[in-house]
């Protein structure tokens, strides 16, 4: 098997471990002797990829924005000049991060609690700034397209997006709560800040 199939395969199983465990047991539970039994894995095979399980926390963070990426330029590459598709990708993404159980809601909330580490710090930092990043390029996407308006600032608009998606995944960790804004109105209201009236009355048209 060659080096770079077995790296994906590995990290793949390493972050399906995670993931398992975080359900079944929440982050801080988790200890490194349960992620080798579950998976498999030596101490030694493990560390040859991550420096420790923060680290693996990170990982499925990433992976889960870089897949809603994958299926957003899917949908853009075969819907041509289509508003729906692609943010119809966008609902689904932000209705996963409104249920409790979501396991990078889990994942988000503790590593959030270790910010004082410079590590886990930084991890944070990168995480938001690609978040925003692909978000502003979605939307640039969009306008080139002719399906967002050229009026939208993608920068300012991405940013505003991931303060409100992040105050609503800290909400749906929290047991027990809930509000009369839900993910549903949050798509609703996207979708209305980045495609106005005219322009979706114009897309309905074609």
């Known amino acids: 098997m060659k080096q770079e199939e077995r790296r994906r395969q590995t990290t793949a199983l390493l972050s399906d471990t995670v993931k398992k465990l975080v359900t079944a047991k929440g982050c801080g539970a988790i200890t490194m002797k349960d992620i080798m039994e579950e998976s498999g894995l030596s101490k030694g095979a493990i560390f040859h990829y991550v420096k420790s399980k923060d680290e693996l926390f990170v990982q499925v963070l990433r992976e889960r924005l870089e897949e809603t990426n994958r299926q957003f330029r899917e949908e853009v590459l ?22 409790t159980e979501e396991v990078t809601n889990k994942i988000l909330l503790y590593l959030l609690g270790k910010e004082e580490q410079p590590l886990i710090a930084e991890a944070l930092k990168e995480y938001d700034e690609r978040t925003r990043a692909l978000l502003a390029e979605w939307i640039r996407i969009g306008q080139r397209h002719g399906v967002i308006s050229e009026k939208v600032d993608a920068d300012r608009t991405a940013d505003m997006f991931v303060l409100l998606t992040m ?3 800290v909400r749906a960790s929290i047991t027990g709560t809930s509000g009369s804004f839900d993910a549903s109105h949050l798509s609703e209201w996207i979708a209305r800040t980045l495609q106005p009236h005219d322009h979706a009355a114009k897309e309905s048209r074609t």
């Open 167 to 169: 105050g609503m995944r």
């Open 78 to 99: 075969q819907g041509g000049k289509s508003f729906a598709e692609p943010m119809q990708k966008i609902s689904d993404s932000i209705a996963a991060y409104a249920r």
